[in-house]
């Protein structure tokens, strides 16, 4: 529940499943309940109204989601999304001025917007066919307009500086 329904914090995972599925999946699971608060939130969050609620945001997501593809993509730097198109985040390889993937580059520019410039993002070039790739979630409106403009910023200046 942690990513669509923004309920990372109670700890709760949900699977919506036919009954015998759900039995076979309950078979196997920690023997561990939930309290009752994270229950009641649980509850409260699949109600008809918080689902309405839950595909609004889902579509905001997604349409911001094109448009820091859209903005990053056409910055001279940034390649492929390996991430797909089915979450919350991109997973963006950063090039080298010979248009390779480059993990120098990808660490110094996850490095700047953190500590110069408050914008977080997450360096992956050392898992396994992620070279150069920065992981980076889609926020609000607004924070996305920031992510977008420091960093385009930052990665021109490690261009100008290369």
């Known amino acids: 529940m942690s990513k669509s ?9 949900v699977t919506f499943a036919a009954k015998p599925v759900s039995r076979l999946l309950n078979s196997m699971k920690y023997p561990y ?5 994270t229950s009641n939130i649980g509850l409260r969050a699949t109600s008809k109204e918080a689902i309405a609620n839950m595909r609004k945001n889902c579509g905001l997501i997604v ?7 859209k ?5 001279k730097g940034v390649g ?15 090039l080298n001025k010979e248009d390779k993937p480059d993990n120098v580059i990808a660490e ?3 490095h700047t917007l953190a500590t110069q410039k408050n914008v977080v993002v997450r360096f992956r070039g050392k898992e396994l066919g992620c070279t150069g790739c920065l992981r980076i979630t889609i926020g609000t409106e607004e924070e996305n ?3 977008i403009k420091e960093f385009e910023t930052v990665l021109n200046e490690i261009y100008s500086s290369a």
Do not use: H, M
């Open 5 to 13: 329904f923004g309920l990372a914090g109670i700890r709760l995972g």
């Open 33 to 37: 309940n939930i309290s009752n608060l």
């Open 63 to 69: 349409k911001q989601r094109d448009v820091v593809l």
């Open 71 to 75: 903005a990053l993509q056409s910055l």
């Open 80 to 94: 492929k999304n390996l991430g797909g198109l089915d979450s919350n985040f991109l997973l963006l390889e950063i």
């Open 108 to 110: 110094k520019l996850y």
């Open 145 to 147: 307009k920031t992510l």
